[in-house]
């Protein structure tokens, strides 16, 4: 689901681009976008290495917002 040679990405959110922000629901920055792969928007900084599509609560420019959520999964994955 890429374009524009790897770096741009459609999601059920919008389109994901390389080098937009991701923020969590309390405001903090947990990093840039390095690329999208399957259901996880892989993060260039460290800290938090994705985050998954389902935790897009909304897209505003060059922006990701993460929808506030009731527990500490960021970068966990999905488990079975």
Same mark, same amino acid.
């Given at each position: ?25 309390? %405001? ?6 390095? *690329? ?5 928007? !892989?993060? &260039? $900084? /460290? ?13 505003? %420019? ?6 506030? *959520? ?5 970068? !966990?994955? &999905? $488990? /079975?």
């Amino acid at each position: 689901m890429s374009t524009d040679a790897e770096t741009s990405w459609h999601t059920g959110s919008g389109f994901v681009r390389k080098g937009m922000t991701v923020i969590d629901s309390n %405001g903090a920055v947990l990093g840039v976008v390095d *690329r999208v792969e399957g259901q996880e928007v !892989l993060l &260039a $900084e /460290p800290g938090h290495p994705f985050v998954t599509v389902s935790e897009i609560d909304g897209i505003d %420019g060059d922006r990701i917002l993460l929808a506030p *959520r009731g527990d500490a999964t960021f970068g !966990l994955g &999905a $488990e /079975p």
